[in-house]
């Protein structure tokens, strides 16, 4: 069965840091993009990250940038999302979805757009304490 899983939640206090990981199932992440997204309570789902395996190029949303960074391991089976410096606004339900590249290359939609991703994970909760 293809799927994506993700691990590496849990609760941390404000200021601290997590790595999420995003991990390919039956399939590889060669030829696909990986993005992160997070569903706080009572809002809807947002971009958070995303990167291109092939070549490493990524994208942050605003809220993020500077403090999360994502990347590839080699065998292009894992995709990581460290976050630091934590705040409890960062508090949500994340999850990593992939989806073929070549829907996002030369495209005018965003690459936090919802349906070029085939894959979606269950999702892990990510808690900041203050």
């Known amino acids: 069965e293809v799927q994506v899983v993700e691990s590496g939640g849990g609760l941390v206090q404000a200021g601290g840091s997590l790595r999420l990981s995003c991990a390919a199932s039956g399939f590889t992440f060669d030829g696909y993009a990986i993005g992160w997204f997070r569903q706080a309570p009572g809002k809807g789902r947002e971009g958070v990250s995303f990167i291109y395996c092939t070549d490493g190029r990524t994208y942050y949303g605003d809220d993020v940038k500077g403090r999360f960074t994502i990347s590839c391991d080699n065998a292009e089976t894992t995709v990581y999302l460290q976050m630091n410096s934590l705040k409890p606004e960062d508090t949500a339900v994340y999850s990593c979805?992939?989806?073929?590249?070549?829907?996002?290359?030369?495209?005018?939609?965003?690459?936090?757009?919802?349906?070029?991703?085939?894959?979606w994970g269950q999702g892990t909760q990510v808690t900041v304490s203050s």
């Open positions: 979805a992939a989806g073929p590249e070549h829907r996002f290359r030369g495209t005018s939609w965003g690459w936090d757009t919802e349906f070029l991703y085939d894959y």
